[in-house]
């Protein structure tokens, strides 16, 4: 579910839901099940940010090379190339970033585009992930608590995790939305987090952009994972705050 939210005349978010294996990806529709037994997912937010409609470009352009790029990935997995998936995801998100430096250089209407990325790969007992910017990907392990997998990409995150900051002084804090990783918009420092976690059948995972956030706390959020789809995540993060745009996607394993 994506919202542009109550103030933003656009919607710079995209988000991604996509099987795939080493001859062809398939688009999923925004609720359904499906098996791994017909390869591997992917899902991904992305929030674009920039002039004009570039933010919007930037995050359809960083989904976009996601569907390029993975399948042969899965092709050097299958044929037992030892290449980590942590590898393939930094490779992935540093071709990411160098593709909108480039439309940067190139366009004017591109330059300083740029966009946030937290995407997930579920394969059979695992999920692999790749982050960077201040989207976020919560996990909520079957009987247990949920768990922010990844770290926001900006000094009050960093202030925070310090425990410097509570959650409350986080979301007011005057500059929560400076980054300091972002794909493009003239970033040369890229250090992406890279992570993997054991999933099994009942286990929990949300993928957001940062509007989702600044509309919910994290103790509704928990609560809203439990038992509550995207398309009512969003619409109550929009009704509680709605001053970005907002999207969400929600994944059980069965």
Not at 62 to 68: D, G, M
Not at 128 to 135: I, K, Q, R, T
Not at 149 to 155: A, E, M
Request: glycine share 10%.
């Amino acid at each position: 579910m994506t919202h542009r939210g109550r103030v933003r005349q656009n919607n710079e978010d995209t988000f991604l839901a996509l099987n795939f294996d080493a001859h062809e990806i398939r688009y999923l529709g925004k609720v359904g099940e499906a098996t791994l037994d017909t390869g591997d997912f992917v899902f991904a937010v992305s929030d674009g940010m920039g002039g004009a409609k570039s933010g919007e470009f930037a995050s359809k352009i960083t989904v976009e090379k996601i569907t390029h790029l993975l399948p042969k990935s899965f092709k050097q997995s299958a044929q037992h190339i030892a290449v980590g998936h942590g590898d393939i995801l930094t490779e992935l998100v540093h071709r990411i970033h160098q593709e909108l430096l480039q439309l940067g250089r190139y366009y004017d209407e591109c330059r300083g585009m740029g966009a946030t990325l937290s995407l997930g790969w579920f394969m059979p007992g695992w999920m692999h992930f790749a982050h960077v910017g201040d989207s976020r990907i919560y996990w909520l392990p079957k009987g247990g608590k949920m768990k922010q997998l990844t770290d926001d990409h900006s000094h009050v995150g960093w202030l925070r995790r310090q425990g410097q900051l509570n959650e409350r002084q986080a979301r007011t804090h005057p500059r929560k939305s400076i980054l300091s990783q972002v794909l493009g918009a003239n970033s040369q420092y890229l250090e992406p987090q890279i992570g993997s976690v054991a999933c099994e059948s009942g286990d929990r995972f949300l993928f957001c952009t940062d509007g989702v956030i600044d509309g919910i706390w994290d103790h509704a959020l928990a609560d809203m994972l439990a038992k509550d789809d995207a398309k009512a995540i969003v619409e109550h993060a929009v009704v509680e705050s709605g001053k970005d745009n907002s999207s969400a996607v929600v994944v059980e394993v069965e």
